[in-house]
């Protein structure tokens, strides 16, 4: 019913904050990053590196730009954040000998014992959200389509 209820908002109330599918996705994106915050605490990280964590835990010493492009992210934005972590040691960075122009981010042994302790951080983030893995996947398979039509838009 309440699903129901939303397509009727978003339709008959076209300027109604809460008809809004960009907010919608803004407000669960914050409470995500809420959750996040809280569970990423005792592993010494933040969301953003989180995300670049696991870029690396599928595929070390990939360069600067593969991380964004997995991320979405430009060098820009990626660089002060490689940067802190890699004074924080989980990381390193250096120049590549065939291409200097290009940088490869490798795991460092703590980062990758790091790994280890973030192996619960899933099933947290399942019991904050409260739906089962199947759910989830189910959304991720909907907001990555969502995510392409938009791109597709652009």
Request: aromatic share 6%; net charge positive; with cysteine.
């Amino acid at each position: 019913m309440a699903s129901n209820q939303s397509a009727l908002a978003y339709s008959d109330q076209p300027l109604s904050l809460d008809g809004q599918l960009c907010f919608a996705l803004y407000s669960t994106s914050l409470a995500m990053n809420k959750v996040y915050r809280g569970i990423l605490k005792d592993l010494g990280l933040t969301y953003p590196q989180y995300l670049v964590m696991l870029v690396l835990w599928e595929g070390d010493e990939i360069t600067v730009s593969d991380i964004g492009h997995h991320l979405f992210l430009d060098s820009a934005t990626l660089t002060p954040l490689l940067k802190r972590m890699e004074t924080a040691k989980l990381i390193q960075r250096e120049r590549a000998a065939v291409d200097e122009r290009q940088v490869i981010v490798s795991l460092t042994a703590k980062g990758r014992k790091l790994r280890e302790k973030a192996l619960d951080v899933p099933r947290q983030v399942l019991c904050a959200a409260g739906y089962s893995s199947g759910d989830v996947a189910g959304m991720i398979r909907k907001l990555g389509a969502l995510r392409q039509s938009l791109v597709a838009s652009i």
